[in-house]
C-alpha cells in the first residue's frame, strides 16, 4: 500500500477543556444520584446507567485518534480509542462526495450506516463523507463524519473529482444515479456522464427558445 497523503487527528485546547467541563458535570450528577440513593435506601439503576454511559461515550469520543491515509485506490483511517483499535476503509470508486455536515431531523436520504471517525476535542469543522455498499444490484448508503486539513480534501478531490465539499444535494443526486446505474447494469461513470450531458442539451434548447 502506497501512501500518497497522511496525517493525525488534532486536539485543541479549549474543545479539550469544553469535554472537561461536560465529564465534571456527569460525575457530579453520578455523586449527586449516590447520595440520593443514601439518603432513601434506594438504588436508581436506570438513572446510573444513563449517567455512566453518558460519560463512556463522551470520553470515548474525545480521546479518540485518528489517522487519515490516502493510498492510490483508497481512502483508509486508523482509530484508535480508549478500548481498541479500528480499521476502516472505502475505495474511492464507491465514494459518493463530502459536504458540510449539519444535524438534520428528517431526511428522505436514507444511510445504512454511520460512522464517527473524528474526536470532539477536535475544533475543525464536521464533515460527512458519503459512500456505496453495492451489494448484488441493489445499493445501500453509508456515512463517515471526520475532520482534516484543506490538503486533504484537495488531495481526495483528485480521485473523487468535483464532489468534495460540494453541496450536500449534488452527493444526494450522484448516489441516486448510482443506485440507478447498479440496478439496470450500466457504469456508473457513463451513465452520470451521459445524464449530465442530456441535461446540458436540456438547458441549451431552453435558453434558445426562451
Not at 464536521?126 to 445501500?140: H, M, N
Request: charged residues 30%.
Amino acid at each position: 500500500m502506497k501512501i500518497l497523503y497522511q496525517e493525525e487527528s488534532q486536539r485543541a485546547k479549549s474543545a479539550t477543556a469544553l469535554v472537561a467541563v461536560f465529564v465534571v458535570l456527569l460525575l457530579c450528577a453520578i455523586g449527586y444520584t449516590t447520595y440520593q440513593n443514601i439518603i432513601h435506601n434506594t438504588f436508581l439503576l436506570s438513572e446510573y446507567f444513563v449517567e455512566v454511559v453518558a460519560l463512556i461515550v463522551i470520553v470515548k469520543q474525545a480521546v479518540g485518534r485518528y489517522t487519515y491515509i490516502l493510498t492510490e485506490d483508497k481512502l483508509v483511517i486508523e482509530e484508535k480509542s480508549l478500548f481498541r483499535k479500528r480499521h476502516f476503509e472505502v475505495d474511492y470508486d464507491m465514494i459518493d462526495g463530502v459536504y458540510a455536515f449539519k444535524q438534520e431531523l428528517l431526511s428522505n436520504f436514507k444511510l445504512r450506516y454511520k460512522y464517527r471517525k473524528c474526536s470532539t476535542s477536535d475544533a475543525r469543522p464536521v464533515w460527512a463523507l458519503i459512500y456505496s455498499i453495492v451489494k448484488g444490484t441493489k445499493v445501500q448508503n453509508a456515512r463517515v463524519m471526520l475532520k482534516a486539513e484543506d490538503e486533504f480534501f484537495e488531495k481526495l478531490n483528485e480521485f473523487v473529482p468535483n464532489r468534495v465539499r460540494v453541496p450536500q444535494e449534488d452527493i444526494v443526486f450522484y448516489a441516486a444515479v448510482r443506485a440507478d446505474a447498479v440496478k439496470h447494469g450500466e457504469d456508473v461513470k457513463t451513465y452520470y456522464e451521459s445524464i449530465m450531458k442530456a441535461a446540458e442539451e436540456a438547458e441549451t434548447v431552453d435558453k434558445e427558445q426562451a
